[in-house]
């Protein structure tokens, strides 16, 4: 309701990050939990004011820091809620950064798999989406920008997965028919 893109977003992700887990052929527990936590990752918006959310110009890095905090607020407002997978560490764990410079330090193998999925599948939904500012990317741009991020922010495995689904197992068209659903589905 206070932001028209945060649903089509956390169901974007959930979609990727599900194909990803997939690809990489992890357990159904894990698949079920990141499924489950890109839906829910931006619950924390709510306290985020709107104007900020709804901007029609490029955020600041202030304003970008607060809606990163939001990430974190979904992890503590649903910590008590009993899920079968590590629903709340993958949320926690999703914006560490390959290198150790995200908010919790963590690094590399030490960051669970599926929050280093949720990470590729956030950017690559944000990136692929158009925003009031830019238009929405391709899906070829948008891994290329992932890949030359690869080591640093993103997990390469991880990369390698969402191209590999892409270019080879249908995601492309998947994608684009899940994108035309979802604008349907607003109309």
């Known amino acids: 309701q206070r932001d028209p893109n945060a649903a089509n977003h956390s169901a974007g992700v959930a979609y990727i990050a599900t194909a990803i887990a997939e690809t990489m052929a992890l357990d159904a527990l894990h698949i079920e939990a990141i499924s489950i936590a890109g839906r829910l990752m931006n619950i924390g918006k709510i306290l985020v004011p709107q104007s900020l ?6 955020l600041d890095d202030e304003d970008r820091d607060k809606i990163s905090e939001s990430l974190q607020l979904a992890a503590d407002y649903l910590q008590h809620i009993p899920f079968d997978g590590p629903v709340i560490d993958t949320l926690r764990q999703s914006q560490e950064r390959m290198d150790g410079s995200g908010p919790l330090g963590m690094k ?21 989406s158009p925003r009031s500012y ?15 991020q690869a080591g640093n922010d993103y997990s390469e495995d991880v990369i390698i997965a969402l191209k590999h689904y892409m270019n080879n197992l249908g995601g492309r068209l998947a994608w684009r028919h899940f994108r035309e659903d979802m604008s349907s589905a607003n109309d």
Request: aromatic share 4%; glycine share 8%.
């Open 108 to 128: 590399g193998e030490f960051i669970l798999p599926t929050a280093r999925i949720l990470a590729v599948a956030n950017s690559f939904v944000a990136i692929t």
């Open 53 to 58: 959310l709804t901007s029609d110009k490029r």
């Open 134 to 148: 830019r238009a929405g990317k391709n899906t070829e741009e948008a891994i290329s920008i992932l890949e030359g």
